[in-house]
Nanobody, 121 residues
Framework: QVQLVESGGGLVQAGGSLRLSCAAS????????MGWFRQAPGKEREFVAA????????SYVNSVKGRFTISRDNTKNTVYLQMNSLKPEDTAVYYC??????????????WGQGTQVTVSS
């Protein structure tokens, strides 16, 4: 059974940075595309970023391009989301996701429990 556990969320001022981590257990995820989604209060879940199994292809929602970077370390079975120049509108619960549909931006086979990111103005 695959488990995804996020960490690294917190409260940060606008313009600041956070690095989210997603540690997978249960099986190796090295052959699985991975991604990050987020959900703000009162809003639908939104795709943020995805990374291919090998790490050579990435995709981002337009609103985070140039500010967020997704990466992975398959030796550690971990995916990261480096978030720079954070804005109040980035405030949301961030979810790690795994599965070969993440690049379609709407679905995943595996989900983490989420980590809260709050950006103050």
């Amino acid at each position: 059974q695959v488990q995804l556990v996020e960490s690294g969320g917190g409260l940060v001022q606008a313009g600041g940075s956070l690095r989210l981590s997603c540690a997978a257990s249960g099986r190796t995820m090295s052959s699985t595309h991975m991604g990050w989604f987020r959900q703000a209060p009162g809003k639908e879940r939104e795709f943020v970023a995805a990374i291919s199994a090998s790490g050579d292809v990435t995709s981002y929602v337009n609103s985070v391009k140039g500010r967020f970077t997704i990466s992975r370390d398959n030796t550690k079975n971990t995916v990261y989301l480096q978030m720079n120049s954070l804005k109040p509108e980035d405030t949301a619960v961030y979810y790690c996701a795994g599965g070969n549909l993440v690049f379609q931006r709407v679905a995943a086979d595996y989900w983490g429990q989420g980590t809260q990111v709050t950006v103050s103005s």
